[in-house]
């Protein structure tokens, strides 16, 4: 064999070598996910590597609060995202006449009551002030809270979205204010007590299963369904093969390790 006949078939080689890389490249399916706080973010950096081998390039892109990913979604601007519990994405959809729907369960997160004034809720002032979500669902999950302890009663008929208006007893005439879900963790130092969601208040520092004084999820059986964080899609994308490639490859043992370990066990798999 000449050298002149080797030297093509090395060619040849890397030719097709290249051409093989370049069309494994062109392969490769484009996901976008859309989350909230950075422990998502851990999360879902986790799932972007697993995915590589299934073929899809995940990129994930960080909001600021609970709005914006859902409308990043309805325009098209990310094609899922998984942040919010089906209560909210619900409440979403009926305001903003959104068509939103999830495609499959993450995780349970807790709602939790912190405050940096006392150690026992029992031990909150007459006239104390607390901090809730201001949105319908974490801001109704946040009285429900409340009530499960003994501190307010609520009208049974306000069901699972109860607001300040139907609480319809007060024992410690307890101030109690709505403020951006993403802002109460911020304000904790300036009140009584806050009820602040699972991830800004480990965004800030807060582990909840030490810090908080009560955990909603301490009486699981007493968590709706509709508490269940989802991931989230436009109704016309809902049997969009990658998209359920990419639920089914976070429904793994391996994202519930994950789970385990960055925040603490306090969020809970939800897709079993």
Known sequence: MNKKFLGLTAGLALFLAACGSETATEESVKVSVGVVSEVEVEVWEDVKERLVDQGIELTIEQFGDYVQPNLAAQAGDVDINAFQHVAYLESFNADNDGDLTHIGYTYVSPLGLYS??????????????????????NGGRALLLL??????????????????????????????????ASQTARA???????????????DSGLVPSEDALFLDTDNISEVSEIYKNVVATRADDADNETY??????????????????????????AWD
């Not at 994950?258 to 798999?269: A, C, H, I, S, Y």
């Open 188 to 202: 904790l130092p300036d009140v009584d007590a806050a009820v602040i969601n699972t991830n800004f208040a480990t």
């Open 147 to 180: 009530q499960a302890i003994d501190l307010i009663t609520l009208d049974d008929a306000a069901g699972t979205e109860p607001t300040l208006n139907d609480i319809t007893d007060n024992p410690k005439n307890l101030v109690i204010k709505d403020l951006d």
């Open 116 to 137: 940096e004034k006392v150690e026992d809720y029992a031990d909150l002032a007459d006239g104390a002030e607390i901090i809730i979500p201001n949105d319908v669902t």
């Open 244 to 269: 359920l490639k990419v639920v089914a490859e976070y429904q793994t043992e391996a994202t519930a390790k994950k789970l385990e370990e960055v925040t603490q066990g306090n969020d809970v798999p």
